[in-house]
Every structure is written in C-alpha cells, then in structure tokens.
C-alpha cells in the first residue's frame, strides 16, 4: 500500500479548511455578527499546520501534531462557531425581528418603529428593555436602538441587541 505523500496531504488539507470555513461562515445568519476577526485566525492557524504537513516530515510527531491541528482549526472550531451562533435568545430576536419587518411592511413603513418591535417581542411571550429591578429601577434598552429584546417578560439575562440599519435591515447581538 503506497501512503500519501505530504505534498498532497497538505495541499487537500489546505483546500479541506478552506472550503470548511467558508462554508461555516456562510451557513451564519446575515444578520448576526459572523465573528470574521477570530474566524480569520482561526483559518490562519489551521492553514499553517496544513503547511507542517507539506513540511519535512521525517518525524512522525510533525505528522501528527499537523493533522490534529488540521482537524482542531480547520474543521471543528469552525463548525462548532457556527452551531454556537444561534442560542435561544439570539433566535428569538431574529424571529422579532422578522415580525417587526412583517408588520413594518404591512403598514407600508419604509422603517421599523420601536413600537412594531415592542408588539413583536410581546406576542412571542418577551420584552423589550432591561428587566426593572430593585438593583437598577431604570430600564435602559426600550426607547431607542438598539434595543435589549429578552426572550421572556421576567428574564433578565441572557439577552441581546436589536437595531435596524437603513429601515429594514435588522442587525442582531449579544450584548
């Protein structure tokens, strides 16, 4: 049985991690942030153990030391940044914010007012605004962009950021 040469195997991997991240980027919602500085890196890292394995490989620790640095940066980090993209209360802004759109839309708006996203978030069971507490009797987040949108009236964190640039645009956060 004839083994790979380590020209090729680096040259696959390269390509792999490539399309990997690529495709891992893509797969994120256009509205969320897709993280690019720390995907960058990452791809950056799996692409320089992809150049380990073209590199001499007289030794077997080299070998091993690329491939599983190949696997780790380019297949499973971004792969896992990408499921890890969408907790829950980052899908129920997303899911507000097609409603605020929808009604934002019906009523012939060229924008999306606060008041469309308060109706929103409170038909899906939410709220908008930090929770009122005895802590901190303010509520910040519920008067202008971008707004706080909790997935539920008595939660108060984990919540995230909603704002809409140029009218309909929605751009959603952790924050």
């Given amino acids: 049985m004839k083994?790979?040469?380590?020209?090729?195997?680096?040259?696959?991997?390269?390509?792999?991690?490539?399309?990997?991240?690529?495709?891992?980027?893509?797969?994120v919602d256009s509205r969320l942030?897709?993280?690019w500085i720390i995907r960058g890196?990452?791809?950056?890292?799996?692409l320089a153990c992809a150049a380990v394995l073209v590199?001499?490989?007289?030794?077997?620790?080299?070998?091993?030391?690329?491939?599983?640095?190949v696997v780790?940066?380019?297949?499973?980090?971004?792969?896992?940044?990408?499921?890890?993209?969408?907790?829950?209360?980052?899908?129920?802004?997303?899911?507000v914010a097609d409603d605020a759109k929808a009604a934002a839309q019906k009523q012939s708006a060229?924008?999306?007012?606060?008041?469309?996203?308060?109706?929103a978030a409170e038909a899906r069971?939410?709220?908008?605004?930090?929770l009122k507490t005895d802590r901190s009797p303010t509520v910040r987040g519920a008067d202008a962009y971008p707004l706080i949108i909790r997935a539920k009236q008595d939660q108060g964190r984990p919540w995230s950021?909603?704002?809409f640039d140029h009218g309909l645009e929605a751009k959603i956060r952790a924050c």
């Fill in 3 to 27: 083994s790979v040469s380590p020209k090729v195997l680096g040259g696959i991997s390269a390509i792999a991690c490539l399309v990997v991240a690529a495709a891992a980027a893509l797969a």
């Fill in 33 to 35: 942030d897709r993280h």
């Fill in 41 to 46: 890196i990452t791809l950056l890292v799996a």
């Fill in 55 to 69: 590199a001499d490989n007289a030794r077997k620790g080299r070998l091993i030391i690329g491939l599983v640095g």
């Fill in 72 to 95: 780790m940066f380019g297949v499973i980090f971004p792969v896992s940044s990408t499921t890890w993209s969408q907790p829950p209360e980052i899908k129920f802004a997303l899911s």
């Fill in 110 to 119: 060229s924008t999306v007012s606060i008041a469309d996203v308060k109706a």
């Fill in 125 to 130: 069971g939410g709220a908008i605004g930090t």
């Fill in 161 to 163: 950021c909603l704002t």
